[in-house]
């Protein structure tokens, strides 16, 4: 099949700029047929030293890129706050009644070592990265089968589903992590710590989704340039990773289409015997040495 998502809507989190990984997954989305919908919040990357991008741009960037009959929408909204995932997922729903793909690319970050991460810091990371992403896939799965607020989960407990869950109609959630379980990310512990979170509680997660019928798997896109690694936007000295980079099989930071091709891949019927797991996308990057 050309176009293995046709029919399927797909709501990609973190879609603010056209150098993005955002944008990387919904361009290959589009292309494989999805209704895309986009979630971004311009006033973060506003405050970056790679700035924001042309949100008119980013649409029609989109728009140019899904396969004829395909929908498109999008909305800006604060995942900082503690309904911002309820804003996103309504307006998403909105656009063909149901999302049957969600790929939580948004992220905040974290600078601050152990001797210098504040509270604030640390809630904010929080409350974005690992807070919003969990409520988003709580309300992502309510599509499937809404849980009675008297049937309260308990620790251990399993949903015990009539009949077998139908691999073909299976929902797709994908959440991004990062490199932390390769090696330290100094300076960025806040940052590493709410990601870390999102890659330790996957197989918990997964196990829940998978007796609704949903597949979730996460992913780290690895070093993927999307502007940070550009000597004039660079937040970070660039010179032991540049380095090391020049001493990888590929010779070369990643692109936003790299790890795009992964996750398009992993939200179509081809992968669905691929559950659970947390899987790096880094040109071996990590395994170099």
């Given amino acids: 099949m050309t176009s293995p998502l046709a029919g399927k809507t797909a709501l990609i989190t973190g879609v603010s700029r056209r150098r993005g990984i955002g944008f990387g997954i919904a361009a290959e989305l589009a292309r494989l047929g999805a209704h895309v919908f986009l979630h971004h919040y311009s006033p973060y990357d506003r405050h970056q030293p790679w700035g924001d991008d042309d949100l008119s741009l980013i649409r029609s960037g989109i728009r140019e890129r899904l396969i004829d009959g395909a929908a498109f929408g999008d909305v800006s909204a604060d995942l900082s706050l503690p309904d911002g995932h309820e804003t996103v997922m309504d307006a998403a729903v909105e656009l063909t ?36 992403t969990l409520l988003l896939t709580r309300r992502f799965a309510e599509q499937y089968a809404p849980r009675s607020a008297a049937d309260p989960k308990r620790p251990g407990d399993r949903d015990r589903p009539e009949q077998h869950v139908d691999e073909h109609r299976t929902g797709r959630v994908i959440w991004l992590t990062s490199g932390q379980q390769d090696g330290p990310m100094r300076g960025e512990v806040a940052y590493a710590t709410t990601k870390a979170a999102l890659a330790g509680v996957t197989p918990t997660v997964a196990a829940e989704l998978l007796e609704r019928g949903i597949v979730l798997n996460t992913v780290n896109p690895g070093p993927v340039n999307t502007g940070y690694l550009d000597p004039e936007t660079t937040d970070r000295d660039l010179t032991e990773l540049t380095a090391m980079i020049a001493e990888t099989p590929y010779g070369r930071f990643g692109t936003p289409e790299d790890p795009a091709r992964l996750i398009g891949w992993l939200v179509t019927d081809a992968a669905r015997w691929m559950v659970g797991q947390v899987l790096t996308s880094d040109g071996g990057f990590a395994v170099n040495g």
């Fill in 97 to 132: 009644g149901t999302v049957d793909i969600m790929v939580c690319n948004h992220a905040t970050d974290g600078s601050g070592s152990i001797f210098d991460v504040t509270a604030a810091q640390l809630d904010t990371c929080w409350n974005v990265n690992t807070r919003s």
